[in-house]
């Protein structure tokens, strides 16, 4: 996705009944560097195209096994950096140590600021294509700059909570638990 979240919404058609920008939240699986902790801290990023006039900024976000330090990836995987064809190299369009500052850019650690709504972050510890690691980055720079910020990490669990269904359960629920709990919603809300 290019943009940020609030641009990929207001060029969405309007909806008949107009969304409650107070309650907005954005879920993500394994892509954190769309899930970004910057989304909705900056007032310059709230663009001029679609829906406009409302604020873009979000109220939670809930990230599964999410990648948040590009740079790092690899030498976490105890994989080449170099490697031109690995999947952070995809993204950035070349092999990640020689684009730093893309890398940097498609990282959300590198965004983390005071102003980043509530996370919950829920990363397998058996993870093998994305160190849990990377999630407990995130989770220390958030807790860093004052976010609440909630991690969970499940031991044996594999990338897509693979072989655990008994986790892709709680970790379900436990989404839904935050994301009610984070927009003031109780069993009765839909």
Request: glycine fraction near 8%.
């Amino acid at each position: 996705m290019n943009g940020s979240i609030g641009d990929y919404l207001r060029q969405r058609p309007v909806p008949r009944r107009q969304p409650n920008t107070q309650r907005l939240c954005v879920a993500g699986v394994e892509k954190g560097e769309e899930a970004v902790p910057e989304q909705g801290d900056d007032a310059a990023d709230e663009g001029e195209v679609g829906v406009v006039g409302n604020s873009s900024s979000v109220t939670a976000v809930a990230a599964w096994y999410a990648p948040s330090d590009i740079a790092s990836v690899a030498t976490d995987l105890r994989a080449d950096p170099n490697n031109p064809d690995s999947r952070e190299a995809q993204l950035l369009g070349a092999a990640v140590p020689s684009v730093p500052e893309r890398a940097a850019q498609a990282s959300p650690v590198s965004h983390v600021s005071g102003a980043a709504p509530p996370f919950l972050l829920l990363h397998g510890r058996a993870d093998r294509l994305v160190p849990a690691v990377q999630s407990e980055r995130l989770h220390a720079a958030l807790a860093a700059a004052g976010v609440r910020a909630e991690l969970h990490l499940y031991d044996g669990a594999d990338h897509m909570w693979l072989g655990t269904p008994d986790v892709a359960t709680d970790a379900v629920d436990r989404t839904i638990a935050f994301l009610r709990d984070r927009l003031g919603l109780d069993s009765t809300d839909q």
